[in-house]
């Protein structure tokens, strides 16, 4: 699996309609959240996106649901990330 990147799954246990995305660095991997089940969310996330990534491509602009998240939910949780890790 590709390092450095977020990814989305569906939980193993607890609601089915729900994801969990997590980081996962060189080293080991971190949760970051969860929130309810969005197709195009589980699509653009299966199989991780670096921040460079997103940052560079900015194809999740096209769609709007994947601008609000990726601009809204998961910019707060990746500088909530960073702070602690520091």
């Known amino acids: 699996m590709r390092k450095n990147v977020i990814y989305a799954v569906q939980p193993v246990s607890g609601p089915v309609l729900c994801l969990d995305f997590y980081y996962r660095s060189k080293r080991d991997k971190h949760y970051l959240f969860s929130c309810p089940y969005r197709r195009c969310l589980h699509l653009y996330f299966a199989d991780g996106r670096s921040i460079r990534e997103l940052r560079d491509n ?8 994947l601008t609000i998240f990726v601009e809204g939910r998961l910019k707060k949780s990746l500088r909530r990330f960073y702070e602690c890790e520091r």
Request: glycine letters at 0%; charged letters at 60%.
């Open 58 to 65: 900015r194809d999740w602009l096209r769609n709007r649901k």
